[in-house]
């Protein structure tokens, strides 16, 4: 079992940035893919950006150049580095994990995850 606490969010004017992190606790083998999702109130859930199990990165074409996904394995913790933040980007934001080997550019983490946070709000104003 794995769990996954996100921290990080809060509320920042356009044009600035966050850092979001996800703890995971418990099995590390079961975090080699992971994701960090996006959901907008009224609209579905997105992927924002993944990584998989040799580091490799995928990334949603809003967010390209933007925002980086970063995992340090030594502490089992995901990051979300968010930078020229947007309107759009207001929303809130879940890091997902799942087992597994996976080479891949990242495409894992758009599909099948196995794990989520509790999800972290992100308030980006004007």
């Known amino acids: 079992q794995v769990q996954l606490v996100e921290s990080g969010g809060g509320s920042v004017q356009a044009g600035g940035s966050l850092r979001l992190s996800c703890v995971a606790s418990?099995?590390?083998?079961?975090?080699?893919?992971m994701a960090w999702y996006r959901q907008a109130a009224g609209k579905e859930r997105e992927l924002v950006a993944g990584i998989d199990t040799v580091g490799s990165t995928r990334y949603a074409d809003s967010v390209k150049g933007r925002f980086t996904i970063s995992k340090d394995n030594a502490k089992n913790t995901l990051y979300l580095e968010m930078n020229s933040l947007k309107l759009e980007d207001s929303a809130m934001y879940y890091c997902?994990?799942?087992?597994?080997?996976?080479?891949?550019?990242?495409?894992?983490?758009?599909?099948?995850?196995?794990?989520w946070g509790e999800g972290i709000m992100v308030t980006i104003s004007s």
């Open positions: 418990g099995d590390s083998s079961s975090t080699n893919c």
């Open positions: 997902a994990a799942k087992g597994g080997i996976y080479i891949d550019n990242g495409y894992c983490a758009t599909y099948g995850m196995t794990y």
